[in-house]
């Protein structure tokens, strides 16, 4: 969130006591307002690989943490890079800690890198991070966002994300397709200022809003700790318990939902979240409260950061400054095929046999 499967130690720190004021919006954007473009216009003809692969450049992935979104990425950006006849020379795993984000590229650094790709773990801080890497010439392109202050096409390539509008108004449809397109609908969002899920769940506000009449969101509560989340659905759930479905923010804290439906008796309240999960899949595959989760193809992110940073390397080839990729609903009925689109792998054989 990141897809908040990546943020959870750091959204701890940050509780806010106010609700998100994000301005609503038909597209997603990026974090200082960039138009999207697709993921999929990031091509390279002949001439541009052989160009690549007669430059001899390295490359070094630097990451926030690792996780299954990241390790996705990851195996994206490894696979183009290999394609592209660019040596991976350093991975690195920061744990969500800044200070050791910024020990990694000091470390990596020494390496003489061609390329860093890498996802900051604060952008308000981060330009202390990467200046030493930038100052250096090295090519840098990033997940998500950037640090504050670097500017497009001058401090790095581009930033690469997901269509984030895009996912709250396919958790939107999908909430209705669980509903029949009538019923009450919690809405459990993202109570911090955080452009990746306020866009998301905004996105999801709006087209039940908008394009569903015989749905209402009846009951709204933030969140900033995902740990919170059984806390926070028990508490809607006691004062709205006719509630029809819940839309949660992300994976981990709508898994506190569940538990709360489950130790309720209540098999029927439909719940609708973003990011694969493993928990949240098998309870849908068994029939269970999730109905759908909504993903985003997390391995093409890698491929396109990579591809991006090794045209203007050895090219000097511009990309956009906000390249997203598509999503796609996750539903009982095409969870293999899912979440191998999203993570380019195949499903936890817990899932697979799940489904005999």
Do not use: C
């Amino acid at each position: 969130m990141r897809s908040l499967k990546t943020f959870s130690p750091w959204l701890a720190s940050i509780l806010v006591s106010i609700a998100v004021t994000s301005p609503l919006s038909a597209q997603t954007v990026g974090p200082n307002g960039e138009q999207p473009t697709p993921a999929a216009s990031i091509q390279l003809d002949d001439a541009e690989i052989d160009a690549i692969k007669g430059s001899n450049l390295t490359a070094a992935l630097v990451w926030h943490e690792m996780s299954e979104y990241t390790d996705a990425v990851n195996r994206g950006a490894q696979d183009e890079f290999k394609r592209l006849g660019i040596e991976i020379i350093a991975q690195t795993d920061a744990g969500f800690d800044t200070a050791r984000q910024r020990a990694d590229v000091e470390t990596v650094m020494a390496k003489n890198p061609s390329i860093i790709l890498s996802l900051p773990v604060d952008p308000a801080s981060a330009a202390a991070v990467y200046n030493p890497a930038r100052d250096a010439g090295v090519t840098l392109a990033f997940v998500d966002n950037a640090p504050t202050g670097y500017v497009h096409g001058k401090d790095y390539v581009t930033i690469v994300s997901d269509d984030l509008f895009q996912m709250g108004k396919k958790a939107a449809d999908a909430m209705a397709t669980a509903l029949g397109g009538k019923g009450k609908v919690g809405y459990i969002f993202h109570d911090a200022d955080f452009y990746v899920t306020n866009q998301r769940d905004n996105a999801f506000k709006t087209t039940i809003e908008k394009d569903y009449p015989d749905m209402s969101i009846t009951a709204e509560a933030g969140i900033a700790d995902p740990a919170l989340g059984e806390e926070i659905a028990h508490g809607m759930l006691i004062q709205n318990p006719d509630l029809n479905g819940i839309y949660v923010t992300w994976a981990e804290p709508a898994l506190g939902a569940l538990a709360v439906l489950r130790s309720m008796g209540n098999k029927d309240t439909k719940i609708v979240t973003l990011d694969l999960n493993e928990p949240a899949a098998l309870d849908m595959i068994s029939g269970g409260n999730f109905a759908a989760i909504v993903a985003d193809e997390a391995y093409n992110i890698g491929v396109t950061a990579a591809r991006a940073a090794a045209a203007n390397a050895a090219n000097g080839k511009s990309a956009p400054p906000f390249l997203v990729v598509d999503s796609l609903a996750v539903t009982k009925d095409n969870i293999l095929d899912g979440w191998k689109q999203s993570l380019s792998k195949e499903a936890p054989a817990t899932i697979a046999d799940s489904l005999k």
